[in-house]
C-alpha cells in the first residue's frame, strides 16, 4: 500500500496550462496502476485519466484528449497530470489514485486532492 500526495494546482486562465503531481510513498509503486479523476461542485466525481504500471498504456476520458497528458516516473514514485488548453468546465478537485494490478480492479487508494480552478 502506498500514500498519495497530490500537488500542482491554482489558479489559472483559459487556455492556460498546468501540471499536476502526485507523489507516493512505498517500495511497490511500480506494481500500481494510477490514474486522476476530478469532482466539480454539484457533480459526481469521474474519470479522466489512467497509466498503466510501466507507463506503456494510457486512457483519457473523452472530455480531456488531446488536452491532458498523464505520465509517470517509477524511479521516482510519481505520476504526473499535464493539462493544457483548459477550460472553465475544468475547474475541479482533482485527485489521484491507485490499484495495484492484477489484484484490484477498482481504485482503492486516493490522495487528498488539489484545487484547480480555470478563470479569467
Known amino acids: 500500500q502506498v500514500q498519495l500526495v497530490e500537488s500542482g494546482g491554482g489558479l489559472v486562465q483559459p487556455g492556460g496550462s498546468l501540471r499536476l503531481s502526485c507523489a507516493a510513498s512505498?517500495?511497490?509503486?511500480?506494481?500500481?496502476?494510477m490514474g486522476w479523476f476530478r469532482q466539480a461542485p454539484g457533480k459526481e466525481r469521474e474519470f479522466v485519466a489512467e497509466i498503466s504500471v510501466s507507463g506503456g498504456n494510457s486512457y483519457y476520458a473523452d472530455s480531456v484528449k488531446g488536452r491532458f497528458t498523464i505520465s509517470r516516473d517509477n524511479a521516482q514514485n510519481t505520476v504526473y497530470l499535464q493539462m493544457n488548453s483548459l477550460k472553465p468546465e475544468d475547474t475541479a478537485v482533482y485527485y489521484c489514485?491507485?490499484?495495484?494490478?492484477?489484484?484490484?480492479?477498482?481504485?482503492?487508494?486516493w490522495g487528498q486532492g488539489t484545487q484547480v480552478t480555470v478563470s479569467s
Open positions: 489514485a491507485a490499484k495495484r494490478a492484477p489484484l484490484e480492479r477498482e481504485y482503492k487508494l
Open positions: 512505498g517500495r511497490t509503486f511500480s506494481s500500481y496502476v
